[in-house]
T-cell receptor, first 114, second 115 residues
């Protein structure tokens, strides 16, 4: 069964450093998403991406964040200058169609900022 | 704007008992509604979804949910709990207006199954 994969599973970085989180969505899906879950809190939408551009973004997704689909399979989230409060689990998701918006989630990358 | 409220951060039931996890939503457009389950150290798995067809939706692992527009609710039930149901459950809503809407999640309910 096709699935969304994410690498790495755990990333530790120093405050102020740049990190890139990687995702491989399900191959025939057209819509891609990033979410985050701070420990003990709810899952929060960051951004959606379609046709090589951002479709929607939340107020959390500020100038320190960027997304890219560098090739036909990967979807990345870059955090330019990490802060302590960026420590969270980051989930990638993809969906085939926007209509029913059934999103398939990856296992997540746990980001720890020291 | 959309929001989801899940009553009860923790719900404990005995094995074999009825499971009821509550979800109320707020949406300015006809909603799509979802229940996801998260097992420890894993991602989110879709249990079931409501997309304006039948109001009673059946999902995986014996779960079902009923959309009640008048009550703005989408409660999740399972007739008989199993130990393997112990997990975190999230209710989520998105607009049906098209586009790549992000899901708005509730805070989650931790389901505990007592032997």
């Amino acid at each position: 069964e096709p699935e969304v994969t994410q690498t790495p599973s755990h990333q530790v970085t120093q405050m102020g450093q740049e990190v890139i989180l990687r995702c491989v969505p399900i191959s025939n899906h057209l819509y891609f998403y990033w979410y985050r879950q701070i420990l003990g809190q709810k899952v929060e939408f960051l951004v959606s991406f379609y046709n090589n551009e951002i479709s929607e973004k939340s107020e959390i997704f500020d100038d320190q964040f960027s997304v890219e689909r560098p090739d036909g399979s990967n979807f990345t989230l870059k955090i330019r200058s990490t802060k302590l409060e960026d420590s969270a689990m980051y989930f990638c998701a993809s969906s085939l169609l926007a209509g029913t918006n059934e999103q398939f989630f990856g296992p997540g990358t746990r980001l720890t900022v020291l | 704007a959309q929001s989801v409220t899940q009553l009860g951060s923790h719900v404990s039931v005995s094995e074999g008992a009825l499971v009821l996890l509550r979800c109320n939503y707020s949406s300015s457009v006809p909603p799509y509604l979802f229940w996801y389950v998260q097992y420890p150290n894993q991602g989110l798995q879709l249990l079931l979804k409501y997309t304006s067809a039948a109001t009673l939706v059946k999902g995986i692992n014996g779960f079902e949910a009923e959309f009640k527009k008048s009550e703005t609710s989408f409660h999740l039930t399972k007739p008989s709990a199993h130990m393997s149901d112990a997990a975190e459950y999230f209710c989520a809503v998105s607009g049906s207006g098209g586009g790549a809407d992000g899901l708005t999640f509730g805070k989650g309910t931790h389901l505990i199954i007592q032997p």
